[in-house]
């Protein structure tokens, strides 16, 4: 079984300041892992994934998220955010091979003017 | 950028009366997935679904739940009988079908149940 702990439940952030949420992450095998945002009342969309290769991704919006095998984490990271980046944001991962996805219960980011 | 499109993005049903939820994933997918948010909860997955067989439920989709793709384009979650815990958003996804491709999802159906 797979499971996804996504520790901080709201970040409260200053206008273009830096920003850090959490993703930490357990499997028994090797694991795809995404970040998906929901802005109010929108569905969810794909910030970012990794499947292979290199840890460090890069995504829309100028989000990034670096893989780290050891720690189980896929943290993701904005080295200055806009009021725009108020959403809800939720780690996800899936398994080789078993394609549902695992969600994180989301951290909500709310960007102080 | 094509997008997964669900309808209605409301529906309001008396418990106990059978609601179907359509979602129309993008053209030429052929992975299809529902996934539910009870409000303030996880997103869960419910069922995948690919050359017209489920291929994965969870243990939440029992026999009220079932899924059909009625015709080339439409994808449909029924719930036979709805109950109260019923309420939530619902979540229609669908993926590439080359490997490891990301799943796209739809702006999602809420959900209430009187």
């Known amino acids: 079984a797979q499971s996804v702990t996504q520790l901080d439940s709201q970040v409260p952030v200053f206008e273009e300041a830096p920003v850090e949420l959490r993703c930490n992450y357990s499997?028994?095998?090797?694991?795809?892992l995404f970040w998906y945002v929901q802005y109010p009342n929108q569905g969810l969309q794909l910030l970012l994934k990794?499947?292979?290769?290199?840890?460090l991704v890069k995504g829309i919006n100028g989000f990034e998220a670096e893989f780290n095998k050891s720690q189980t984490s896929f943290h993701l990271r904005k080295p200055s955010v806009h009021i725009s980046d108020t959403a809800e944001y939720f780690c996800?991962?899936?398994?080789?091979?078993?394609?549902?996805?695992?969600f994180g219960t989301g951290t909500r980011l709310t960007i102080i003017p | 950028e094509p997008e997964v499109t669900q309808t209605p993005s409301h529906q309001v049903t008396q418990m106990g009366q059978e609601v179907i939820l359509r979602c129309v994933p993008i053209?030429?997918?052929?992975?299809f997935y529902w996934y539910r948010q009870i409000l303030g909860q996880k997103v869960e997955f419910l069922v995948s679904?690919?050359?017209?067989?489920?291929?994965?439920k969870s243990e939440i989709f029992d026999d009220q739940f079932s899924v059909e793709r009625p015709d080339g384009s439409n994808f449909t979650l029924k719930i036979r009988s709805t109950k109260l815990e019923d309420s939530a958003m619902y979540f229609c996804?669908?993926?590439?079908?080359?490997?490891?491709?990301?799943?796209?999802f739809g702006d999602g159906t809420r959900l209430s149940i009187l």
């Open positions: 996804a669908s993926r590439g079908n080359a490997p490891r491709q990301p799943q796209h």
């Open positions: 499997s028994s095998v090797s694991v795809y």
């Open positions: 990794y499947l292979s290769g290199s840890t």
């Open positions: 996800a991962v899936s398994n080789f091979g078993n394609e549902k996805l695992t």
């Open positions: 053209s030429n997918h052929l992975y």
């Open positions: 679904f690919y050359n017209n067989e489920i291929s994965e």
